[in-house]
Nanobody, 116 residues
């Protein structure tokens, strides 16, 4: 089992920045993939950014150049630095982890609201 705890969400004005964190615990030695997804009201959950054990990253086109995903080796934590936030970035952001064998784990989510 892997437990994921997200933090760092909140209310920010357009153009502002936030940094989300996702701390993993449990069977973290088997982690090989972590990512951030988001779900806005009335919309499906979508990929935001992912990073694997080789530090290969992937971003949604809508966040490229504004968001950066990273991970802290040894702390089993991934971060999502979000700059130049826009109202359309408003959503609940979820952390996802995949372990060897394919089991997926999700965090509880953290709300990000971009509004003036």
């Amino acid at each position: 089992q892997v437990q994921l705890v997200e933090s760092g969400g909140g209310l920010v004005q357009p153009g502002g920045s936030l940094r989300l964190s996702c701390a993993a615990s449990g069977r973290v030695f088997s982690l090989y993939f972590m990512g951030w997804y988001r779900q806005a009201p009335g919309k499906e959950r979508e990929l935001v950014a992912t990073i694997n054990i080789n530090d290969n990253t992937n971003y949604a086109d809508s966040v490229k150049g504004r968001f950066t995903i990273s991970r802290e080796i040894g702390k089993d934590t991934t971060h999502l630095q979000m700059n130049d936030l826009k109202p359309e970035d408003t959503a609940v952001y979820y952390c996802k982890a995949i372990v060897y064998g394919g089991t997926e784990y999700w965090g509880q989510g953290t709300q990000v609201t971009v509004s003036s």
